[in-house]
């Protein structure tokens, strides 16, 4: 990691999907930031998120329905439908719509709990006010995990105000940085609840994985999961657990610094190259390019890189790319 004082020239990505300008520009088409963008902060930032079903079109051709909170004005990195970014001294108003077949509500772990119920049919206001820089993730807590499984959940990057390369008030800078938001799916629950019935949780057993939404090899041809840097940088991963198993997340060609779990300070900074993400955790790494090449990342959870059980291409599920110049 960097001192609190290093300074260098900045290469701001070509493929980054960013409005600018207004309130609505820090809902992002991706979550890859530029670094040393300083936001407009002390601003309230307004978002619609709709809770619905839809198809999802899974990496073998088949298709399961799904849930998701999707934002009109545009969705999160690679395939997610929404993902969230403001400053620590924002106001984030959010708006659910609720168009599944049951009361659901928006909690963010960390910030926001307890929250009231939105019934089907209707919407709520749901706020937050100056939260501490960190990665956050969110989703519905009322119905015993069902909706976290069906995919009902989504990342929430907070940076710090006046220091978009940091991943927090004084801490390690980055000259890149990545969300990777971590998801499965046992697409035997998802039919079950499609069709109106019920699903014991302590019968899970994902069958398929993602990153961002995608698996691979569709996470490698994606501009948002496909992690590229330049021998020499520092780059910052967040990895965000939204899904409902232990997700060991395992780097090829180097080793990483955990930087903080769940916002906290890691004080025993050791180098490696798997690092575990439990559920519902937000672990954010830096990881210092100390060579050229092109590298796998991937969850060390076998089933984790096959899709229904069967390696495609030849690696399906929750692996991405580290390439490196």
């Given at each position: 990691?960097?001192?609190?004082?290093?300074?260098?020239?900045?290469k701001?990505?070509?493929?980054?999907?960013?409005?600018?300008?207004?309130?609505?520009?820090?809902?992002l088409?991706?979550?890859?930031?530029?670094?040393?963008?300083t936001?407009?902060?002390?601003?309230?930032?307004?978002?619609?998120?709709?809770?619905?079903?839809?198809?999802?079109?899974?990496?073998?051709?088949?298709?399961?329905?799904?849930?998701?909170?999707?934002?009109?004005?545009?969705?999160?990195?690679?395939?997610?439908?929404?993902?969230?970014?403001?400053?620590?001294?924002?106001?984030l108003?959010?708006?659910?719509?609720?168009?599944?077949?049951?009361?659901?509500?928006?909690?963010?772990?960390?910030?926001?709990?307890?929250?009231?119920?939105?019934?089907?049919?209707?919407?709520?206001?749901?706020?937050?006010?100056?939260?501490?820089?960190?990665?956050?993730?969110y989703?519905?807590?009322?119905?015993?995990?069902?909706?976290?499984?069906?995919?009902?959940?989504?990342?929430?990057?907070?940076?710090?105000?006046?220091?978009?390369?940091?991943?927090?008030?004084?801490?390690?800078?980055?000259?890149?940085?990545?969300?990777?938001?971590?998801?499965?799916?046992?697409?035997?629950?998802?039919?079950?609840?499609?069709?109106?019935?019920?699903?014991?949780?302590?019968?899970?057993?994902p069958?398929?994985?993602?990153?961002?939404?995608?698996?691979?090899p569709?996470?490698?041809?994606?501009?948002?999961?496909?992690?590229?840097?330049?021998?020499g940088?520092?780059?910052a991963?967040?990895?965000?657990?939204?899904?409902?198993?232990?997700?060991?997340?395992?780097?090829?060609?180097?080793?990483?610094?955990?930087?903080?779990?769940?916002?906290?300070?890691?004080?025993?900074?050791?180098?490696?190259?798997?690092?575990?993400?439990?559920?519902?955790?937000?672990?954010?790494?830096?990881?210092?390019?100390?060579?050229?090449?092109?590298?796998?990342?991937?969850?060390?959870?076998?089933?984790?890189?096959?899709?229904?059980?069967?390696?495609?291409?030849?690696?399906g599920?929750?692996?991405?790319?580290?390439?490196?110049?």
């Open positions: 990691m960097k001192s609190d004082d290093t300074q260098r020239d900045i701001r990505r070509d493929f980054l999907k960013m409005g600018l300008g207004s309130a609505a520009a820090f809902t088409g991706g979550l890859v930031l530029p670094v040393r963008r936001f407009a902060g002390g601003v309230t930032v307004n978002v619609t998120l709709v809770a619905e079903s839809y198809t999802k079109t899974l990496v073998d051709g088949s298709s399961v329905t799904a849930w998701r909170f999707r934002n009109p004005a545009g969705g999160g990195p690679g395939g997610l439908d929404s993902g969230l970014v403001i400053n620590s001294d924002d106001t108003n959010v708006t659910v719509t609720n168009n599944l077949d049951r009361p659901i509500n928006f909690v963010v772990p960390g910030l926001l709990t307890g929250t009231a119920t939105v019934a089907m049919g209707a919407s709520r206001l749901y706020s937050i006010s100056s939260p501490a820089a960190g990665s956050y993730l989703r519905d807590d009322t119905t015993a995990g069902i909706a976290t499984a069906m995919g009902l959940a989504g990342p929430l990057v907070v940076m710090p105000a006046g220091a978009g390369d940091r991943l927090y008030p004084g801490g390690p800078t980055f000259d890149r940085q990545y969300t990777l938001f971590l998801q499965e799916i046992d697409d035997r629950l998802n039919s079950a609840i499609a069709g109106g019935g019920s699903y014991d949780l302590a019968n899970y057993e069958n398929y994985y993602f990153l961002n939404g995608l698996s691979h569709g996470t490698k041809g994606d501009a948002d999961t496909r992690i590229v840097m330049s021998n940088e520092d780059v991963i967040r990895m965000i657990n939204g899904g409902t198993i232990v997700s060991p997340m395992h780097y090829h060609g180097y080793h990483v610094d955990v930087a903080t779990r769940d916002r906290v300070v890691e004080t025993a900074v050791v180098a490696k190259d798997t690092v575990l993400v439990r559920v519902d955790e937000c672990v954010d790494v830096i990881l210092q390019v100390d060579q050229v090449g092109m590298y796998p990342l991937h969850t060390h959870y076998v089933p984790g890189v096959t899709a229904n059980g069967v390696y495609v291409n030849p690696f599920g929750a692996l991405t790319m580290l390439e490196a110049t």
